[in-house]
């Protein structure tokens, strides 16, 4: 498995755009498989952020996830640094390719000076954050879903 940039893997951007809107469309008063795509187009970045990152298998892709900054600004604007769209191809779970892409970004995390990561879960136990070693900070809706927010300390 490789983990590349998605800014040098524009193939996967149709890929990751259609996976983010089945599982998260929802949440966004029914937004478009294209305008997921569309929104895609930011995270071309390789040396700073937001950015999204690509598990591979040569040609196949596998799952992404993202490091931007400022999810649920107007119930957290004091959290800038955020883990997100951590997706794993359905057909891909359980082989340790989300906890691998999630490693890969808290060392680009560290990389661009970010001391702590928050993300937020539909899985209220924290799953598999929680088994890295994530800590819940809040239960909270979101978009009328109730989600956990965790957070990390990179330095630590």
């Excluded at 259609?18 to 998260?24: M, Q, S, T």
């Excluded at 955020?82 to 808290?106: K, N, S, Y």
Aim: aromatic share 8%.
């Amino acid at each position: 498995m490789e983990i590349e940039f998605l800014a040098n893997r524009s193939d996967a951007i149709p890929i990751i755009g259609r996976w983010y809107n089945l599982e998260w469309g929802r949440r966004f008063q029914d937004e478009t498989e294209e305008q997921s795509i569309e929104k895609l187009n930011q995270y071309l970045n390789t040396d700073r952020l937001p950015l999204i990152l690509v598990a591979t298998d040569g040609t196949k892709i596998l799952g992404a996830a993202q490091l931007k900054y400022r999810e649920m600004e107007d119930i957290f604007p004091d959290k800038e640094h955020w883990l997100g769209g951590v997706f794993v191809a359905p057909e891909q779970r359980g082989c340790g390719i989300g906890e691998r892409l999630v490693q890969e970004i808290v060392l680009l995390a560290s990389s661009h000076g970010v001391c702590t990561l928050h993300l937020q879960t539909e899985q209220l136990d924290g799953g598999l954050y929680r088994k890295m070693g994530w800590h819940p900070v809040q239960q909270v809706d979101n978009h009328g879903i109730r989600v956990v927010v965790m957070e990390w300390q990179v330095g630590a």
